[in-house]
């Protein structure tokens, strides 16, 4: 079985261009999990997709960044315009559902961003 | 606020030795801990699940212990290898609105 996919695995962009990161969760699995992770750090989540809806963007830059799951399968998260600061790995994570017993993250290989 | 804290932040270790990894955690209500292993360039994968009632679980050479009346875990790593070198993250799931909380990890490199 598939893991979880993302693309580009790296991306260089200079500052105040657009990028867009796509993931593809594992088949049936309902949530989708973005989140960022900063070089010697742990992961600080985004946002969580239950299905094609949104439960918790809470942490999101809105003014830059936006993501979208329309048909609640494969996501895509956006950065316009990206700043310096936003030099980072994301990580797709996704699992059967968020209320499950266990909650394990299944967590794709991430996308590299590297803004100059 | 929940939080994850661990230690140490770095450890360098010879091959062969054993070592132990820190996670104390003020999340509330507690449902379980798990640690992910994280190798470079990678994504985290889980290693193990402690619950509310497990003291020590094992996974071939890694141990892992949970004291929920002092809020810390510890993951054992026996006789270390070469490929134990990653990152170790502790992630703490909350039964309120089944939220995560991520440590920022142990990073933990073995030499020969």
């Known amino acids: 079985e598939a893991g979880v996919v993302q693309s580009p695995r790296y991306k260089i962009i200079e500052k105040k261009q657009p990028v867009a990161f796509w993931c593809n969760p594992i088949?049936?699995?309902?949530?989708l999990y973005w989140y960022l992770q900063n070089l010697g750090q742990g992961p600080e989540l985004l946002i969580r997709?239950?299905?094609?809806?949104?439960?918790?963007d809470s942490q999101l830059p809105k003014d830059r960044f936006s993501a979208e799951r329309l048909k609640g399968v494969d996501s895509t998260l956006k950065i316009q315009p990206a700043e310096l600061g936003d030099s980072a790995v994301y990580l797709c994570?996704?699992?059967?559902?968020?209320?499950?017993?266990?909650?394990?993250?299944?967590f794709g290989e991430g996308s590299r961003l590297t803004v100059l | 606020k929940n939080q994850v804290e661990q230690s140490p932040q770095s450890l360098i270790i010879l091959e062969g030795k054993n070592c132990t990894l820190q996670?104390?955690?003020?999340?509330?209500?507690?449902?379980?801990l798990r640690w992910y292993k994280q190798d470079t360039g990678r994504g985290p994968v889980s290693l193990t699940i402690?619950?509310?009632?497990?003291n020590t679980k094992s996974n071939g050479r890694y141990t892992a212990t949970l004291d929920a009346d002092t809020k810390q875990s510890s993951l054992h790593i026996t006789a270390s290898q070469l490929s134990d070198s990653a990152s170790y993250i502790c992630?703490?799931?909350?039964?309120?609105?089944?939220?995560?909380?991520f440590g920022g990890g142990t990073r933990l490199m073995v030499k020969p």
């Open positions: 994570a996704s699992s059967p559902y968020s209320g499950g017993a266990t909650g394990e993250l299944f």
């Open positions: 088949s049936g699995h309902n949530t």
């Open positions: 997709y239950e299905n094609e809806e949104a439960v918790d």
């Open positions: 996670c104390n955690y003020t999340v509330s209500p507690f449902s379980n």
């Open positions: 402690m619950t509310f009632s497990e």
């Open positions: 992630v703490v799931r909350s039964n309120a609105g089944n939220m995560l909380t």
